[in-house]
């Protein structure tokens, strides 16, 4: 799921939005101190049980921020404390090779997200793409 975070973190800051993705538990907590009824927090979990992101999840909720989760089909503690779910399929195995077809799902999500973020306001989208790729080019 942190590969999917910090894909999506990256997009997100190309269109102007603040945006914060910390991997480490106690950082995200401390980090998450200033959110208030204006943030929204997406939480990835494919089980929807990893511990510190619904703890992360719950803490947002007494924030007031919105919490957007995107998790696997059918009921699990994540799904309980968000006020949006995004299902994606169950398609692995307990015993796996790796998260090819969660971490997969989960991007597509993402990068779905992103598009109707971009779609909603084109203008600013070109204006702020444009000025990220000067930026980049500036600097190599």
């Known amino acids: 799921s ?3 975070c910090r894909d999506f973190k990256m997009k997100l800051l190309r269109l102007g939005f603040i945006v ?8 995200r907590l401390s ?7 204006e943030d929204v927090v997406i939480a990835f979990s494919y089980s ?15 924030r007031n921020a ?11 503690a994540l799904q309980k404390v968000s006020d949006f779910v995004i299902h994606i399929p169950i398609e692995e195995q307990e015993l796996r090779f790796g998260a090819i077809t969660s971490r997969s799902s989960s991007l597509i999500i993402t990068d779905l997200l992103y ?4 779609q909603s306001d084109l203008g600013n989208t070109k204006e702020k793409l444009v000025m990220s790729r000067a930026m980049v080019n500036q600097i190599f």
């Open 48 to 62: 929807g049980e990893t511990s510190n992101i619904v703890k992360t999840a719950q803490y947002a909720l007494t």
């Open 31 to 37: 980090s998450m101190s200033s959110l208030n009824e």
């Open 115 to 118: 598009l109707c973020l971009a």
């Open 66 to 76: 919105k919490v957007i989760s995107v998790t696997q089909i059918g009921k699990n």
């Open 2 to 4: 942190g590969i999917v």
């Open 20 to 27: 914060s993705y910390e991997e480490d538990p106690h950082v």
